[in-house]
């Protein structure tokens, strides 16, 4: 499975972006698919996650401000991202876990400015 991220960029505090995940061949809606993020000199982090027939999960830093979703007729994942601060300024990857294993997308930028 190959993963291709795309949406980053540069964009003001309180401003909005939507990344996009998309897949190389159709994936179950049963795989988790989630989001994670790495800033500059920091490990990287789980920002949300989504399976069918459960609730998303979401990092507490993020919950309320960003929404994940997915469509399962394009393989594509999906973060919305509102009220965004500086300190979501990080490259932002996403991930799918198929058959118990882990595939990662190239990341995208998102820097935002105060």
């Known amino acids: 499975v190959q993963l291709q991220a795309s949406g980053g960029g540069l964009v003001q505090a309180g401003g909005s972006l939507r990344l996009s995940c998309a897949a190389s061949?159709?994936?179950?809606?049963?795989?988790?698919m989630g989001w994670y993020r790495q800033a500059p000199g920091k490990q990287r982090e789980f920002v949300a996650s989504i399976r069918s027939g459960r609730d998303p999960n979401y990092a507490e830093s993020v919950q309320g401000r960003f929404t994940i979703s997915r469509d399962n007729a394009k393989s594509t994942l999906y973060l919305q991202m509102n009220s965004l601060k500086p300190d979501d300024t990080a490259v932002y990857y996403c991930?799918?876990?198929?058959?118990?294993?882990?595939?990662w997308g190239q990341g995208t930028q998102v820097t935002v400015s105060s």
């Open positions: 991930k799918a876990n198929v058959q118990s294993k882990d595939y």
């Open positions: 061949r159709t994936i179950h809606s049963s795989v988790v």
